[in-house]
Protein backbone atom coordinates (compact mmCIF):
# COMPACT_ATOMS: atom_id res chain seq x y z
CA UNK A 1 0.00 0.00 0.00
CA UNK A 2 1.01 3.41 -1.27
CA UNK A 3 1.86 5.71 2.11
CA UNK A 4 -0.11 9.28 2.00
CA UNK A 5 0.41 11.93 4.11
CA UNK A 6 -3.10 12.59 4.27
CA UNK A 7 -3.12 9.41 6.63
CA UNK A 8 -3.39 9.73 10.22
CA UNK A 9 -1.44 9.66 13.40
CA UNK A 10 -3.11 6.38 14.38
CA UNK A 11 -2.95 4.97 10.96
CA UNK A 12 0.53 6.08 10.92
CA UNK A 13 1.03 3.69 14.09
CA UNK A 14 -0.52 0.80 12.82
CA UNK A 15 1.51 0.87 9.76
CA UNK A 16 4.59 0.77 12.42
CA UNK A 17 3.04 -1.91 14.22
CA UNK A 18 2.71 -3.99 10.96
CA UNK A 19 6.00 -3.37 9.88
CA UNK A 20 7.75 -3.78 12.68
CA UNK A 21 5.73 -7.60 13.05
CA UNK A 22 4.84 -8.64 10.04
CA UNK A 23 8.90 -9.74 8.95
CA UNK A 24 11.11 -11.72 11.17
CA UNK A 25 13.82 -9.07 10.55
CA UNK A 26 13.80 -6.03 11.50
CA UNK A 27 13.82 -2.30 10.05
CA UNK A 28 15.45 0.89 10.56
CA UNK A 29 14.36 3.69 12.03
CA UNK A 30 15.33 5.85 9.11
CA UNK A 31 13.39 3.17 7.10
CA UNK A 32 10.81 3.15 9.07
CA UNK A 33 10.69 7.39 8.92
CA UNK A 34 10.26 6.88 4.90
CA UNK A 35 7.40 4.62 5.06
CA UNK A 36 5.51 6.25 7.53
CA UNK A 37 6.44 10.06 6.76
CA UNK A 38 7.44 11.29 10.05
CA UNK A 39 10.60 12.49 10.78
CA UNK A 40 13.24 10.50 11.87
CA UNK A 41 13.03 11.28 15.65
CA UNK A 42 9.49 10.34 15.69
CA UNK A 43 10.16 7.10 14.13
CA UNK A 44 12.76 5.79 16.08
CA UNK A 45 10.72 7.43 19.57
CA UNK A 46 7.65 4.86 17.80
CA UNK A 47 10.25 1.98 17.15
CA UNK A 48 11.46 2.02 20.92
CA UNK A 49 7.71 2.40 22.28
CA UNK A 50 7.15 -0.94 20.53
CA UNK A 51 9.71 -2.98 21.31
CA UNK A 52 9.12 -1.89 24.99
CA UNK A 53 6.09 -3.59 24.52
CA UNK A 54 7.46 -6.09 22.87
CA UNK A 55 10.08 -6.84 25.53
CA UNK A 56 7.16 -6.56 28.30
CA UNK A 57 5.46 -8.94 26.50
CA UNK A 58 7.92 -11.60 26.49
CA UNK A 59 9.02 -11.64 30.00
CA UNK A 60 5.31 -13.68 31.23
CA UNK A 61 6.62 -16.58 28.79
CA UNK A 62 8.22 -19.63 30.29
CA UNK A 63 10.77 -21.65 28.34
CA UNK A 64 10.34 -25.99 29.16
CA UNK A 65 11.51 -29.21 28.05
CA UNK A 66 15.12 -29.45 26.28
CA UNK A 67 16.70 -26.00 26.11
CA UNK A 68 20.14 -25.24 25.09
CA UNK A 69 21.55 -21.83 27.01
CA UNK A 70 24.56 -19.66 26.28
CA UNK A 71 25.84 -16.35 27.54
CA UNK A 72 26.62 -13.89 25.03
CA UNK A 73 27.33 -9.91 24.54
CA UNK A 74 26.34 -7.26 22.27
CA UNK A 75 28.01 -4.05 21.17
CA UNK A 76 31.72 -3.66 22.44
CA UNK A 77 32.68 -1.35 19.38
CA UNK A 78 34.64 0.35 20.88
CA UNK A 79 38.98 -1.02 21.49
CA UNK A 80 39.65 -2.43 23.98
CA UNK A 81 39.27 -5.98 26.03
CA UNK A 82 37.81 -9.09 23.56
CA UNK A 83 35.52 -11.94 25.31
CA UNK A 84 34.20 -12.35 28.62
CA UNK A 85 34.72 -9.17 30.92
CA UNK A 86 35.61 -7.04 27.62
CA UNK A 87 34.24 -3.20 28.36
CA UNK A 88 31.26 -1.70 26.24
CA UNK A 89 29.07 -5.24 25.86
CA UNK A 90 26.44 -5.52 27.37
CA UNK A 91 25.81 -9.38 28.86
CA UNK A 92 22.55 -11.22 27.74
CA UNK A 93 21.33 -14.77 27.95
CA UNK A 94 20.69 -16.75 24.72
CA UNK A 95 18.39 -20.00 25.54
CA UNK A 96 16.39 -22.12 23.10
CA UNK A 97 13.45 -24.52 23.79
CA UNK A 98 13.48 -27.68 21.44
CA UNK A 99 11.72 -30.41 20.29
CA UNK A 100 12.40 -33.05 18.33
CA UNK A 101 15.69 -31.28 17.43
CA UNK A 102 14.39 -28.28 16.51
CA UNK A 103 14.17 -25.26 17.68
CA UNK A 104 10.83 -23.78 19.27
CA UNK A 105 11.04 -20.76 21.27
CA UNK A 106 14.20 -18.69 22.33
CA UNK A 107 14.77 -16.13 24.99
CA UNK A 108 17.44 -13.13 24.63
CA UNK A 109 17.69 -11.62 28.28
CA UNK A 110 19.71 -8.75 29.75
CA UNK A 111 21.90 -10.16 32.78
CA UNK A 112 23.30 -7.22 35.26
CA UNK A 113 26.71 -9.95 34.33
CA UNK A 114 27.50 -13.76 34.45
CA UNK A 115 27.39 -15.04 38.05
CA UNK A 116 25.26 -17.71 39.17
CA UNK A 117 22.72 -15.80 40.98
CA UNK A 118 22.01 -13.72 38.33
CA UNK A 119 21.52 -17.01 35.70
CA UNK A 120 19.70 -18.88 39.40
CA UNK A 121 17.31 -15.73 39.25
CA UNK A 122 16.72 -15.63 35.49
CA UNK A 123 16.27 -19.48 35.90
CA UNK A 124 13.64 -19.16 38.06
CA UNK A 125 11.72 -16.36 36.44
CA UNK A 126 11.67 -17.61 32.88
CA UNK A 127 12.25 -21.72 32.93
CA UNK A 128 9.48 -23.71 34.18
CA UNK A 129 11.09 -26.04 37.25
CA UNK A 130 12.75 -29.41 36.08
CA UNK A 131 13.37 -28.36 32.67
CA UNK A 132 16.43 -30.14 31.48
CA UNK A 133 18.87 -27.32 30.43
CA UNK A 134 22.06 -28.05 28.62
CA UNK A 135 24.99 -25.82 29.13
CA UNK A 136 29.38 -25.23 28.08
CA UNK A 137 29.90 -25.66 31.95
CA UNK A 138 30.93 -21.89 32.43
CA UNK A 139 30.87 -21.80 36.21
CA UNK A 140 28.01 -19.40 36.18
CA UNK A 141 25.37 -21.71 35.38
CA UNK A 142 25.65 -24.11 38.63
CA UNK A 143 22.79 -21.15 39.49
CA UNK A 144 20.37 -23.56 37.40
CA UNK A 145 20.73 -26.38 39.99
CA UNK A 146 19.66 -23.67 42.47
CA UNK A 147 16.68 -22.86 40.51
CA UNK A 148 15.92 -26.27 40.36
CA UNK A 149 17.20 -27.46 36.83
CA UNK A 150 18.47 -30.30 34.94
CA UNK A 151 21.87 -29.03 34.37
CA UNK A 152 23.93 -30.96 31.59
CA UNK A 153 27.04 -30.07 31.06
CA UNK A 154 29.07 -30.22 27.87
CA UNK A 155 32.35 -28.86 28.29
CA UNK A 156 33.43 -27.71 25.03
CA UNK A 157 36.90 -25.40 25.45
CA UNK A 158 37.57 -21.63 24.99
CA UNK A 159 35.54 -19.56 22.69
CA UNK A 160 31.84 -20.49 21.72
CA UNK A 161 30.61 -23.88 21.83
CA UNK A 162 30.46 -26.09 18.30
CA UNK A 163 28.60 -29.12 17.30
CA UNK A 164 24.98 -30.28 16.91
CA UNK A 165 24.61 -29.47 21.11
CA UNK A 166 24.59 -26.06 20.75
CA UNK A 167 23.54 -26.09 16.68
CA UNK A 168 20.30 -23.35 17.93
CA UNK A 169 21.66 -21.20 20.03
CA UNK A 170 24.57 -20.30 17.41
CA UNK A 171 22.33 -19.50 15.19
CA UNK A 172 20.37 -17.69 16.84
CA UNK A 173 23.20 -15.28 18.02
CA UNK A 174 24.06 -15.29 14.40
CA UNK A 175 20.81 -14.04 13.62
CA UNK A 176 20.08 -11.19 16.14
CA UNK A 177 23.57 -10.23 15.59
CA UNK A 178 22.39 -9.55 11.60
CA UNK A 179 19.00 -8.37 12.36
CA UNK A 180 20.84 -5.48 15.00
CA UNK A 181 23.77 -4.52 13.09
CA UNK A 182 22.23 -4.60 9.25
CA UNK A 183 19.66 -1.94 10.63
CA UNK A 184 21.67 0.50 13.22
CA UNK A 185 25.29 1.28 13.38
CA UNK A 186 25.33 1.03 17.17
CA UNK A 187 23.09 -0.42 20.05
CA UNK A 188 23.58 1.42 23.19
CA UNK A 189 23.89 -0.33 26.03
CA UNK A 190 20.55 0.96 27.83
CA UNK A 191 18.67 0.17 24.43
CA UNK A 192 20.27 -3.19 24.23
CA UNK A 193 17.30 -4.87 26.18
CA UNK A 194 14.69 -3.49 23.76
CA UNK A 195 16.16 -4.64 20.42
CA UNK A 196 16.70 -8.04 22.08
CA UNK A 197 13.61 -8.26 22.93
CA UNK A 198 12.17 -7.56 19.77
CA UNK A 199 14.09 -10.27 18.00
CA UNK A 200 12.50 -12.63 20.45
CA UNK A 201 9.48 -11.37 20.27
CA UNK A 202 9.21 -12.27 16.20
CA UNK A 203 11.40 -15.34 16.05
CA UNK A 204 8.82 -16.68 18.95
CA UNK A 205 5.71 -15.47 16.45
CA UNK A 206 7.46 -16.52 13.15
CA UNK A 207 4.63 -19.20 11.92
CA UNK A 208 2.46 -16.40 12.40
CA UNK A 209 3.36 -13.46 10.78
CA UNK A 210 -0.71 -13.04 9.92
CA UNK A 211 -1.34 -12.38 13.06
CA UNK A 212 1.35 -10.43 15.15
CA UNK A 213 -0.48 -6.75 14.24
CA UNK A 214 -3.41 -8.37 15.84
CA UNK A 215 -1.22 -9.27 18.89
Known amino acids: TIFHKSRTPLTKW ?33 KQKLMEVMRQRNSIYKLAGDIQ ?4 Y ?15 K ?10 DGR ?15 AIRDYA ?14 L ?23 EGSDFKWVNTGLGNVKSAITGTLRSCDPQHAPRYLAAFEWRYNRR ?9
Open 74 to 88: QGGEKPGKRGRGAAN
Open 69 to 72: IDDA
Open 139 to 161: SCFNGLVEADMRHIVKITGSGRP
Open 90 to 99: TPFVIAVQTR
Open 207 to 215: FELKENLGR
Open 124 to 137: KASIAPGSRVLSDG
Open 14 to 46: FLAMHLMTASKNDIAALELARQIDVKWDTAWLI
Open 103 to 117: PIYTHMRVLPGFTKE
